[in-house]
């Protein structure tokens, strides 16, 4: 191949040139020489009035229950798509060891125009372990189309179901 490259006339090396300067100057400006469409993602508008919070700021469930159900409010009918992320946090209670009292649940709600309320699901474990009453939160953040409002962060709390010596 290298002698073929060699004996190639010369023009295939002023081809070869054109290239290689076309591919420097890609890698050094990047995709700006050619413009993007970008995605339209609705902006967070304090103007707009609308919040997005919890309905309660702590919940109680029991460890044998399986799950909690939380319910995540919008103030009011939107005609845009409203969005807003959430995740749990462990306290005393952890979603990751040999102990687990509940699953861990991360996401995005995504309120359709219309809509003002939603239900997150949290499954909660049975570990078969004697323990104290444990706790973690939930916390909402990052509205799309709206303001995080108050209560943004809730506490629940799993009562233990083991019968402790």
Same mark, same amino acid.
């Given at each position: ?6 004996? *190639? ?15 420097? !100057? ?6 700006? !020489?050619? %413009?993007? +469409? ?56 952890? *979603? ?15 309120? +359709? %125009? ?31 189309? *709206? ?15 083991? +019968?402790?010596?």
């Amino acid at each position: 191949m290298v002698r073929q490259l060699a004996r *190639a006339p010369w023009w295939v090396w002023s081809v070869l040139s054109v290239v290689v300067i076309a591919l420097v !100057l890609l890698a050094v400006m990047g995709s700006s !020489l050619w %413009p993007r +469409a970008e995605a339209q993602v609705p902006n967070p508008d304090p103007d707009s009035g609308l919040v997005v919070y919890l309905s309660a700021s702590n919940y109680t469930v029991g460890e044998g229950d399986g799950q909690v159900v939380l319910t995540v409010v919008l103030s009011a009918a939107s005609s845009q798509t409203v969005t807003v992320d959430y995740a749990t946090r462990d306290g005393s209670a952890v *979603a990751v060891s040999c102990l687990r009292d509940y699953e861990h649940t991360e996401g995005t709600l995504v309120f +359709a %125009p219309g809509e003002t309320a939603k239900t997150l699901v949290i499954n909660i474990i049975d570990n078969n372990y004697c323990e104290p009453t444990e706790s973690f939160t939930l916390e909402l953040s990052n509205a799309q189309g *709206a303001s995080v409002g108050s209560p943004s962060v809730c506490t629940i709390t799993i009562l233990d179901d083991e +019968a402790c010596p």
